[in-house]
């Protein structure tokens, strides 16, 4: 990208992207501490161990160092993503950040995670436009906003690409796409991990241009990076350094050579000056780090924002954000991340956001009609083969055992589906969310009921479809009240396994949730169908009490059998259970009230619904 495309690009920006007042970043004897439970007892480590820095608005700043060195410990403590474990000042244009307020403070920065979590079934223009409804709300218009998004897509170089679906980018699209969606409010700080990882040299060539840029327009863009080559290394205004949580080297990168020559360590010639920093970091060269920690520290402090002298510019950096920034330090003595923030656009309401995040569901699901169609595809194929095995058993006095099979096998089959669906999705959806959640795009109660409005009435139609068949196939009595009351039961119990499965994907790792759930449900599906409360032991019975399951089989089976049913046809000579209450009496069925347990089974999985949103509000905010 030579110098005259970026002229005009910088001048695309500032149409629609006006500047913000600028925002410093100084972090003063930044410590972060983990303590490491794989060992007995549990060990305390130092990760970093009190550094200092400043990153300055106009500025690229690379945080640099060996694999392992704190460089996304430092990102994470800076952009507010850890703060347990961490101590030290972090200072926004002067002032104490927990004076201002984390959230106060994320409202006018972002952070961009390494991993890129872009919805695959979205097209690029209905990402950014569906972004950009969630962040502006109402304080801008449809027009300006249609607008914005063409710039940003343009600036970006993804405007052929606009149609495309997101899941279909290349590496380094996505990377610019994920920056574009945080670029929709123009935040003065922005932060990123690791943005060139994965990227040929072409596209990382592009991305550090386009950070370059952005941070020419007055933004603090702070990145990690790994090892750049020369040509990468000098676009930088600023290369902090870690090693083995110590800072090594802050400053131009152009002074690195001499500073280092300081202390004895001389550059080969030819030799790329990113590869000699991280060989000093991990040790290829003799060095004493005490002192050059020592003395990165001291050249961090000369180049501190009060020490700011015009005429020792980086001339990259452009004389009139400097007037601009010292014209702001004059009138403003402290913080004014209060008024930066008065001038950022106010994001949708919540009925707003729910609103978009539900059109989001739907768009998302009706593209992936494969996994929809599967669902109900699975769901008919067992109705079929249920209908097929206990093929009219509902109105025989005979097959009665068999019955109460066809009804405990439906139960269990439903809860399953129901609850694997969502248990497998959403820890997928769970990074997604994490990102999206922390950059302030939406609050977690619309995303919840949004999920819940797309998810519920999918699992209730295919429960539907298989009730409606298998009734008729296994020939249960056509009374619309038995099939209202048996199809309400197996309603109940779906939504019920949903809130379990949504509880235990947000609980559990995968791999442990996919194994624990089912083992619950099928301990908790044995009581009241195999055996009567009187036979079981009394250590058992709690469980058979409490068992939302239990609940949901004897509704099922009380819907067929109870209620008054008259006398079932017997085509033996002798039936026991020709009169169905029988059966209801011998296996304790009789007193089954539907009403206080239909209730107790929906405020199951009321509960697990509630406890799955404490769950992730928990995570999303365990800092
Ligand atoms: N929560 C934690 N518990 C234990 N160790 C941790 C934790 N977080 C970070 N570490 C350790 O801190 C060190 C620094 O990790 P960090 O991810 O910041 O490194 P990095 O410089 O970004 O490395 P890379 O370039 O490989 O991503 C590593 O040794 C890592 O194992």
Known sequence: ??????????????????????????????????????????????????????????????????????????????????????????????????????????????????QDVVRPLLRVSEAMSLATHLKLGCSVSAKAKHQKILELLRMLSLDEHSSTMCGLLSGGQKKRLSIALELITNPPVIFLD???????????????????????????????????????????????????????YQGLPEHLNTFMSNFGLVCPTYHNPADFLIEIAVGDYPRD????????????????????????????????????????????????????????????????????????????????LFNLGLRFIAHIMISLVFGVIYNNVGNNAETILGNGIYVYGSNLF????????????FPLEYESLTREHFNRWYTLPPYCLALLLIELPIQASCVSVFIVLSYYLTGQPYEWSRFGLFMMF???????????????????PVTIAVFLAPVFSVFFSVFGFTCKLSDITYLMRPFHKISYF??????????????????????????????????????????????????????????????????????????
């Open 1 to 114: 990208m030579d110098e005259k495309q970026d002229t005009g690009m910088e001048s695309l920006i500032m149409d629609h992207f006006s500047r913000r007042p600028p925002i410093n970043i100084a972090f003063r004897d930044v410590k972060y501490n983990v303590t490491s439970w794989h060992t007995l007892p549990p060990q305390k480590k130092e990760i970093l161990h009190g550094i200092s820095g400043e990153f300055r608005s106009g500025e690229l700043t690379a945080i640099m160092g060996p694999s392992g060195a704190g460089k996304s410990t430092l990102l994470n403590i800076l952009a507010g993503f850890t703060v347990r474990g961490s101590s030290g000042e972090i200072l926004i244009n002067g002032e104490n950040r927990r004076s201002i307020g984390l959230e106060e403070f994320k409202k006018v920065s972002c952070y961009i995670q390494q």
């Open 194 to 248: 690791e943005p060139t990882t994965g990227l040929d040299s072409v596209s990382t060539t592009q991305c550090v241009m386009l950070m370059k840029r952005l941070a020419r327009q007055g933004r603090t863009m702070v990145c990690t990076l790994h090892q750049p080559s020369a040509k990468i290394f000098e676009q930088f205004s600023q290369v902090y350094c870690i090693a083995e949580g110590h800072s090594l």
């Open 289 to 368: 780090l005490r002192q050059l920690v020592k003395a990165a520290e001291k050249q961090g402090q000369e180049a501190s924002v009060t020490n700011w002298d015009p005429l020792k510019l980086n001339s990259d950096k452009g004389l009139e954000m400097y007037n601009l920034e010292l014209a702001e330090k004059k009138s403003s003595v402290s913080s004014d991340v209060g008024g930066v923030r008065n001038c950022l656009p106010k994001p949708a309401s919540v009925w707003l956001q729910l609103f978009h995040l539900y059109y989001r569901n739907v768009l998302i699901m009706r593209r992936d």
């Open 414 to 425: 439903l809860h399953y589906t129901s609850q694997m669906s969502v248990l497998l999705s």
């Open 490 to 508: 197996n309603q109940a119990i779906c939504f019920t396994a949903q809130g379990t499965g949504f509880l235990a994907g947000a609980l559990l």
């Open 550 to 623: 239990r609940s949901a089989f004897q509704g099922s089976f009380v819907a067929l059998y109870g209620h008054n049913r008259t006398e079932l046809p017997c085509y033996e000579r002798y039936c026991h259970y020709k009169k169905p209450i029988k059966f209801l009496v011998d296996m304790e069925f009789a007193g089954f009230e539907t009403a206080p347990e239909v209730s107790y089974i929906l405020a199951v999985g009321v509960l697990a619904y509630v406890l799955t949103a404490i769950t992730v509000w928990f995570k999303l905010n365990k800092r």
